[in-house]
């Protein structure tokens, strides 16, 4: 694992310490581009309801302020999500309650640099 990559996992145990979300959080950086249906994207989090989980995975593709963007960005949708999404199993993206959680994230991240 390297620098960034251990910067980035420090950020995710703060995070869940101290912006904790409603299921645990599984967060994995990976070597491809992720798929979200017809799309490629850099970063993509979804909720598995049978396992209670929440997923975050974040392609390591990119520069390490790129990759901390996105989790700034999937962690807000984790921290948005609630039981109305349940039927969807998704979050709805980037609603105005979604931009209130990025800001408090971004600004948490601030403070802790
Ligand atoms: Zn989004």
Redesign the pocket.
């Given at each position: 694992m390297n620098d960034d990559i251990k910067r980035l996992h420090a950020y995710v145990r703060i995070l869940k310490k101290e912006l904790p979300a409603a299921y645990p959080v599984s967060i994995n950086f990976v070597s491809k581009k992720i798929s979200v249906k017809d799309d490629d994207c850099f970063a993509a989090?979804w909720l598995d309801l049978k396992k209670k989980k929440f997923f975050i995975q974040i392609s390591k593709s990119k520069c390490y302020r790129c990759m901390l963007d996105s989790l700034i960005?999937?962690y807000a949708?984790i921290l948005d999500w609630s039981h109305l999404h349940d039927k969807s199993e998704e979050p709805e993206?980037?609603s105005s309650t979604?931009g209130v959680w990025y800001s408090k994230v971004y600004r948490f991240i601030c403070r802790e640099k």
């Open positions: 989090t960005h999937e949708h993206y980037h979604w």
